[in-house]
């Protein structure tokens, strides 16, 4: 059974940081991605973050430069470190990982369909 649990969502001020973690059980470690999604009051889901098992990162452009994904795989956890946090990163933020363990090249999953597995989510508050 993959459980993803993820933790460390609060209220914060505008230009504060928060860390996310994704704590993973099973075999979620092996998958080729892991990503961070999140939704807004309102708004559709949309993609964060991927890190590839290879350790290669993407992010939406909303968030380059102040967003940091990472894993720590003995720790079988995930993290999305967040800085100069705005009032519109408030959402409800997701950790996702794929089933497949193939490997994809350079591929960006990016799309929340393509995942496999979720957590249950974590409210990030924004304050202006």
């Known amino acids: 059974q993959v459980q993803l649990v993820e933790s460390g969502g609060g209220l914060v001020q505008a230009g504060g940081s928060l860390r996310l973690s994704c704590a993973a059980s099973?075999?979620?470690?092996?998958?080729?991605?892991m990503g961070w999604f999140r939704r807004a009051p309102g708004k559709e889901r949309e993609f964060v973050a991927t890190i590839r098992r290879s350790g290669s990162t993407y992010y939406t452009d909303s968030v380059k430069g102040r967003f940091t994904i990472s894993r720590d795989n003995a720790k079988n956890t995930v993290y999305l470190h967040m800085n100069s946090l705005k009032p519109e990163d408030t959402a409800v933020y997701y950790c996702?990982?794929?089933?497949?363990?193939?490997?994809?090249?350079?591929?960006?999953?990016?799309?929340?369909?393509?995942?496999?597995?979720w957590g249950q989510g974590t409210q990030v508050t924004v304050s202006s």
């Open positions: 099973g075999r979620t470690f092996s998958s080729d991605a």
């Open positions: 996702a990982a794929l089933k497949s363990t193939i490997y994809r090249g350079s591929y960006r999953y990016t799309q929340g369909s393509e995942y496999d597995y």
